[in-house]
């Protein structure tokens, strides 16, 4: 979604309150081929003031949830993001000179803030590095696959031995002390 903040920008202290559908219905990580189903039951909420000289101070309010795969048993997770973070943004300040200051911010164009854009910057800060299903979460059995958390396989017993019986023949290879 994209809002036109022109009409906010004729006068310094002008505020106005936004509710919009979030169009992002995947949300893709950087570096990542597989994206998340982005489950949103509300409007994102944004509160906009033009503070002085086209500089808009952006409030935005996120209540949505991620469907990431658990990170042992890849059994689906619904992540919730629920926060308020602030922006403050320079609409007179080409895309050269943010760069040039360090402060990227891809989400607005002149007088055109993109809402998914910003919210998916939002979301790439606060995404988690680790999602389990449950703290105690077994994973997948490393030999047939199956969820641990569902059944239990016998595969680690029929293994031949343990891995210091398989590598055995290495020690004959190491000096004697």
Avoid: W
Avoid at 1 to 10: A, H, R
Avoid at 34 to 46: A, F, S
Avoid at 54 to 63: F, N, W
């Amino acid at each position: 979604m994209k809002l036109d903040l022109t009409e906010l920008l004729t006068v310094d202290g002008t505020a106005k309150d936004y509710e919009v559908p979030l169009d992002m219905k995947t949300f893709l990580p950087r570096g990542s081929k597989t994206g998340y189903p982005v489950i949103c039951d509300h409007e994102i909420r944004l509160h906009c003031l033009h503070k002085t000289k086209r500089e808009v101070e952006i409030t935005l309010e996120i209540d949505l949830s991620l469907q990431i795969p658990c990170d042992r048993c890849l059994a689906p997770v619904n992540y919730p993001f629920l926060f308020t973070e602030t922006e403050t943004v320079d609409c007179n300040a080409d895309e050269a000179s943010r760069i040039v200051d360090l402060n990227e911010q891809p989400f607005i164009d002149g007088t055109t803030l993109d809402v998914d854009r910003l919210v998916y910057n939002e979301l790439m800060l606060y995404l988690p590095a680790k999602v389990l299903c449950r703290e105690d979460c077994k994973g997948l059995c490393p030999v047939c696959g199956a969820d641990r958390n569902r059944v239990s396989c016998d595969c680690e017993a029929k293994k031949e031995g343990t891995l210091s019986d398989q590598l055995s023949g290495f020690r004959n290879l190491l000096p004697e002390d």
